[in-house]
């Protein structure tokens, strides 16, 4: 048995590996730009690009690839070789030029009209605050993304950007506390990842699963997850194996791969890491998706990382855990014993409060997705509707400030378990709510919307820019206080009258909850075109301007990417499955009834007295419904050809949301019922049942 300790962080050129590959003078310049941020000048880059490429060869790396996250929602690298040749022969150099900058053609990648397709170059620049890898024999370096004339075109930027922008506003509040000693303040997040595993045999056999990463047909199986006997179960052998496997390329990587368990839906899984920076959580996460993939393939199965794969069973999602902590060890977040008078924990709770009041629209429109837009709303993800949960006490702590009333905490129970060899323990101060899309969790908040093909610095870096926001204005109304500790109260209490209306407790699944928020003006946008309309608000061009994080120009470009993005995923459901009604579905409903029809007249040359009235029924309801299903194939063609032709993107996107979706329906609804009454071996396609529990 290998101990974890023993190969943990092996192919990471991490802070070990540096302090002991670096001369001690370039090791303490390099962590002052990782710790500080500050400049990193050519000369130690040099060094430090000399180190990391020995280290790399040692480790059998013949290349090198700047990695990085354009705006496609997936990562990109081009390799480079170390090689530069030295007469006939060759040497194996890389220069810290090479490690800052390198240059990938940026004209292929989505610009939303920044770049046009003969502006080609682009720029990829090291990321020091996230440590280089190793793997297939490639030295990855973690880089940002940005256009020959400095546009962002990156996921990457934007959420550093947020970090630096959180951590200035956050220092400045601290200082007025007399928390002089902090000097830096860093996002935490831990994303819990959930995932389906199936068999890659069958997953060939579906062209929806290879073209759209979800099932465009498919009837229910006979069972789902209706005995709840799949959530936390035994592993199988199978699975178990895979995660074992996948645990250890992980931890291969660095990677803090904490828990898994089997998730709700048969075939459906989780996997959550430890908590570290934002921005190393996320290159974590980008690098944890991929590795999924490639580590189900050596098991002959395909890890679907679709937010709803299959119909009728719940879909997956990406829980956010995220919190706030300083440099001196403390988490921002944690309300301590006493929370009533720890008037820094309530100030960052006022922050948070106000600002995911003020921008509800845009922690939806951070999680908006064509795949997402089937979960946000069902009973298995929150609502549309953006609410924070805090807890039975913080809510009774929060409304007892808005009163002017004392507070009386619950304090923490004990747990009574009526067993004698069981020892009682202590309960937390409230229960989770796992209805609710923004929750406080004890000393963090899990931003619970999300879906799982996501990449989560999207809503953290909108979480950072708009808590930023709010500590900036807070820092202006206190830094000329005499009496900081009295003014601040004053403005906590008057932050928690004019915002409680986030604050939601109950069940935000039930109907009565949709009409309240509508009561409290609180905003439900039920799908991506929907949300994308509030992008180019006033406000929130303000917002991102004011912060450093985008320029008007490139938040519209963002706008128009995701927009045409969404648009692309349907055009290419939408013709898929045109494909599969006319190749595959069609002929093998035809086939089967002319069977049918060959089987009543056999029987009719044995004797006219034999019943074909079985038959007879199963050929006129197929019959029916074929002629329904044709006739909705070419409406949805028409549909499609409608949406596409359009040229506003926000009008083609709406169009496909609001005609070609409902039209799909349709047509899947007719399809998955003549699956129920099509004989399996003519049926073209491997059905929910075998999908679902072949693994």
């Given at each position: 048995?290998?101990?974890?300790?023993?190969?943990?962080?092996?192919?990471?050129?991490?802070?070990?590996?540096?302090?002991?590959?670096?001369?001690?003078?370039?090791?303490?310049?390099?962590?002052?730009?990782?710790?500080?941020?500050?400049?990193?000048?050519?000369?130690?880059?040099?060094?430090?690009a000399?180190?990391?490429?020995?280290?790399?060869?040692?480790?059998?790396?013949?290349?090198?690839?700047?990695?990085?996250?354009?705006?496609?929602?997936?990562?990109?690298?081009?390799?480079?070789?170390?090689?530069?040749?030295?007469?006939?022969?060759?040497?194996m150099?890389?220069?810290?030029?090479?490690?800052?900058?390198?240059?990938?053609?940026?004209?292929?990648?989505?610009?939303?009209?920044?770049?046009?397709?003969?502006?080609a170059?682009?720029?990829?620049?090291?990321?020091?605050?996230?440590?280089a890898?190793?793997?297939?024999?490639?030295?990855?370096?973690?880089?940002?993304?940005?256009?020959?004339?400095?546009?962002?075109?990156?996921?990457?930027?934007?959420?550093?950007?947020?970090?630096?922008?959180?951590?200035?506003?956050?220092?400045?509040?601290?200082?007025?506390?007399?928390?002089?000693?902090?000097?830096?303040?860093?996002?935490?997040?831990?994303?819990?990842?959930?995932?389906?595993?199936i068999?890659?045999?069958?997953?060939?056999?579906?062209?929806?699963?290879?073209?759209?990463?979800?099932?465009?047909?498919?009837?229910?199986?006979?069972?789902?997850?209706?005995?709840?006997?799949?959530?936390?179960g035994?592993?199988?052998?199978?699975?178990?194996?895979y995660?074992?496997?996948l645990?250890?390329?992980?931890?291969?990587?660095?990677?803090?791969?904490?828990?898994?368990?089997?998730?709700?839906?048969?075939?459906?899984?989780?996997?959550a890491?430890?908590?570290?920076?934002?921005?190393?959580?996320?290159?974590?996460?980008?690098?944890?998706?991929?590795?999924?993939?490639?580590?189900?393939?050596?098991?002959?199965?395909?890890?679907?990382?679709?937010?709803?794969?299959?119909?009728?069973?719940?879909?997956?999602g990406?829980?956010?855990?995220?919190?706030?902590?300083?440099?001196?060890?403390?988490?921002?977040l944690?309300?301590?014993?006493?929370?009533?008078?720890?008037?820094?924990?309530?100030?960052?709770?006022?922050?948070?409060?106000?600002?995911?009041?003020?921008?509800?629209?845009?922690?939806?429109?951070?999680?908006?997705?064509?795949?997402?837009?089937?979960?946000?709303?069902?009973?298995?993800?929150?609502?549309?509707i953006?609410?924070?949960?805090?807890?039975?006490?913080?809510?009774?702590?929060?409304?007892?400030?808005?009163?002017?009333?004392?507070?009386?905490?619950?304090?923490?129970?004990?747990?009574?378990?009526?067993?004698?060899?069981?020892?009682?323990?202590?309960?937390?101060?409230?229960?989770?709510?796992?209805?609710?899309?923004?929750a406080?969790?004890?000393?963090?908040?899990?931003?619970?919307?999300?879906?799982?093909?996501?990449?989560?610095?999207?809503?953290?870096?909108?979480?950072?820019?708009?808590?930023?926001?709010?500590?900036?204005?807070?820092?202006?109304?206190?830094?000329?206080?005499i009496?900081?500790?009295?003014?601040?109260?004053?403005?906590?209490?008057?932050?928690?009258?004019?915002?409680?209306?986030?604050?939601?407790n109950?069940?935000?699944?039930?109907?009565?909850?949709?009409?309240?928020?509508?009561?409290?003006?609180?905003?439900?946008m039920?799908?991506?075109p929907?949300?994308?309309?509030?992008?180019?608000?006033?406000?929130?061009?303000?917002?991102?301007?004011?912060?450093?994080?985008?320029?008007?120009e490139?938040?519209?470009?963002?706008?128009?990417?995701e927009?045409?993005?969404?648009?692309?995923?349907?055009?290419?459901?939408?013709?898929?499955?045109?494909?599969?009604a006319?190749?595959?579905?069609?002929?093998?409903?035809?086939?089967?009834?002319?069977?049918?029809?060959?089987?009543?007249?056999?029987?009719?040359?044995?004797?006219k007295?034999?019943?074909?009235?079985?038959?007879?029924?199963?050929?006129?309801?197929?019959?029916?419904?074929?002629?329904?299903?044709?006739?909705?194939?070419?409406?949805?063609?028409?549909e499609?050809?409608t949406?596409s032709?359009?040229?506003?993107?926000?009008?083609?996107?709406?169009?496909?949301?609001?005609?070609?979706?409902?039209?799909?329906?349709?047509?899947?609804?007719?399809?998955?019922?003549?699956?129920?009454?099509?004989?399996?071996?003519?049926?073209?396609?491997?059905?929910?049942?075998?999908?679902?529990?072949?693994?």
């Amino acid at each position: 048995m290998k101990k974890v300790s023993d190969y943990f962080g092996m192919n990471v050129f991490n802070d070990a590996k540096m302090q002991e590959r670096l001369p001690k003078p370039i090791y303490k310049a390099l962590r002052k730009t990782i710790e500080n941020g500050e400049a990193l000048d050519i000369t130690i880059a040099n060094v430090v690009a000399h180190a990391m490429k020995d280290w790399a060869i040692e480790m059998g790396c013949t290349h090198y690839t700047h990695w990085f996250q354009p705006m496609t929602g997936v990562t990109a690298e081009k390799h480079d070789s170390f090689i530069s040749p030295k007469g006939d022969e060759v040497i194996m150099e890389f220069s810290g030029k090479e490690l800052i900058k390198g240059e990938p053609d940026a004209s292929s990648f989505p610009s939303g009209g920044i770049r046009a397709t003969f502006e080609a170059r682009g720029y990829t620049t090291w990321d020091p605050t996230s440590p280089a890898f190793v793997r297939d024999g490639t030295l990855y370096i973690p880089t940002a993304f940005c256009s020959y004339t400095g546009e962002l075109l990156d996921k990457k930027t934007p959420l550093l950007r947020s970090m630096e922008r959180l951590s200035d506003e956050a220092v400045k509040i601290l200082h007025l506390l007399g928390k002089t000693e902090v000097t830096r303040v860093a996002t935490t997040v831990g994303p819990e990842q959930e995932y389906f595993l199936i068999d890659k045999d069958l997953f060939n056999k579906r062209v929806d699963l290879k073209m759209t990463g979800r099932t465009l047909f498919g009837a229910k199986a006979p069972k789902g997850q209706e005995l709840e006997d799949h959530y936390f179960g035994a592993i199988n052998t199978r699975v178990a194996a895979y995660m074992r496997d996948l645990d250890e390329e992980l931890w291969k990587l660095g990677i803090f791969a904490k828990t898994k368990h089997n998730e709700v839906a048969p075939s459906q899984h989780e996997l959550a890491p430890v908590f570290t920076t934002s921005n190393i959580a996320t290159d974590h996460n980008e690098l944890t998706m991929e590795i999924m993939q490639k580590v189900a393939e050596k098991h002959n199965m395909v890890c679907l990382l679709h937010e709803k794969p299959f119909k009728g069973v719940n879909g997956s999602g990406k829980h956010n855990n995220w919190s706030i902590s300083t440099n001196t060890g403390e988490n921002l977040l944690n309300p301590g014993k006493n929370p009533e008078k720890n008037t820094q924990f309530l100030l960052f709770l006022a922050a948070i409060v106000k600002a995911v009041d003020e921008y509800q629209d845009l922690l939806r429109i951070t999680v908006a997705s064509a795949g997402n837009d089937h979960r946000l709303g069902a009973n298995e993800a929150p609502p549309a509707i953006i609410s924070m949960y805090l807890g039975d006490d913080l809510d009774a702590l929060v409304h007892s400030i808005i009163k002017g009333e004392d507070y009386h905490s619950h304090k923490a129970a004990r747990m009574q378990t009526g067993v004698d060899v069981l020892a009682d323990f202590k309960k937390d101060n409230s229960d989770r709510n796992r209805t609710s899309p923004f929750a406080f969790t004890g000393n963090k908040f899990e931003f619970r919307a999300l879906g799982s093909s996501l990449n989560i610095g999207c809503p953290n870096y909108m979480l950072n820019t708009m808590v930023a926001e709010e500590l900036s204005q807070f820092y202006e109304a206190l830094k000329n206080s005499i009496d900081v500790e009295v003014v601040a109260k004053e403005l906590i209490k008057q932050v928690f009258t004019e915002h409680s209306r986030i604050i939601f407790n109950g069940d935000n699944y039930s109907g009565e909850w949709v009409k309240e928020a509508e009561r409290r003006g609180l905003l439900n946008m039920k799908t991506l075109p929907e949300a994308f309309e509030k992008l180019l608000d006033q406000k929130n061009i303000d917002l991102f301007a004011k912060n450093n994080i985008y320029s008007e120009e490139e938040l519209r470009a963002r706008h128009e990417i995701e927009l045409d993005m969404y648009s692309k995923q349907i055009n290419i459901e939408g013709l898929t499955m045109q494909q599969m009604a006319r190749k595959d579905i069609i002929p093998a409903v035809s086939a089967f009834i002319h069977e049918l029809a060959d089987t009543a007249v056999a029987k009719k040359a044995v004797s006219k007295q034999i019943s074909t009235k079985s038959e007879e029924k199963l050929i006129v309801s197929l019959s029916d419904k074929l002629d329904k299903f044709i006739r909705l194939t070419d409406e949805l063609r028409d549909e499609v050809c409608t949406a596409s032709s359009l040229t506003d993107p926000q009008e083609e996107a709406s169009y496909y949301q609001k005609n070609v979706i409902p039209k799909m329906e349709e047509l899947r609804e007719v399809g998955d019922r003549m699956e129920m009454e099509t004989s399996q071996k003519f049926w073209p396609y491997p059905s929910y049942t075998e999908l679902l529990f072949s693994v």
